[in-house]
């Protein structure tokens, strides 16, 4: 089964490496990201249709993946804490979420069989209250970069948070829903190959 993830995340393509052999990924460019505030479940299911529209399809892949996440700010349900630029923009959004619960939202778009499946789910995530020099390791490591929310569970943050509920792939990445759909799909072309 050929799949091409359009996203830039080194962490979902070595998820979907993990698990399937014929794995392509390409960055997807100029997608617009704004989007009205409300809901963290409509905005990040926004964003995702917009990567999806924007994804040119191919017959060289029989699978297209795109996919959102978003990180909550734990004070506000409609504010989402983006990936931050800078150590100080780092620092800002950790120190938001030490010592807190927070939801991430994960949204997962997947073009297989001619259709388009999307699915939203969100997890909960605990950050202890880590001290300053633990926060000055976590900025001085730069695991933050390129992380919503300026962490990354599955890095060093992971030994300061706890998920509380839901799955882990939903703070890395893609739905959990989606990756259990890519494991039927890729049942049904091993049974059409054999």
């Known amino acids: 089964m050929r799949i091409l993830l359009a996203s830039a995340s080194e962490r979902r393509g070595s998820i979907l490496r993990e698990r399937f052999s014929n794995v392509q990924q390409v ?3 100029g997608v617009d990201e704004s989007v ?3 809901a963290l479940s409509n905005q990040v299911q926004q964003v995702v249709t917009r990567k999806a529209n924007a994804v040119k399809h191919t017959d060289e892949y029989d699978v297209v993946i795109v996919a959102d996440t978003l990180v909550e700010d734990p004070d506000d ?4 804490l983006g990936k931050p630029t800078s150590k100080q923009e780092a620092t800002t959004m950790l120190l938001r979420l030490r010592g807190c619960r927070h939801r991430v939202w994960s949204a997962t778009m997947v073009h297989a ?4 499946q999307t699915s939203v789910e969100y997890a909960l995530v605990e950050i202890e209250n880590f001290s300053d020099d633990d926060l000055i390791e976590l900025i001085e490591s730069e695991s933050w970069v390129g992380k919503a929310g ?4 599955a890095g060093l943050m992971g030994q300061y948070a706890t998920l509380v509920e839901g799955s882990e792939y939903t703070v890395l990445g893609f739905t959990q829903s989606s990756l259990d759909y890519l494991d039927d799909v890729q ?8």
């Open 27 to 29: 960055a997807l460019k």
């Open 36 to 38: 009205p505030r409300e």
């Open 77 to 80: 349900a409609r504010e989402a």
């Open 113 to 116: 069989l001619g259709k388009w």
């Open 150 to 153: 300026g962490y990354d569970l």
């Open 187 to 194: 049942s049904l072309f091993s049974m059409n190959r054999s």
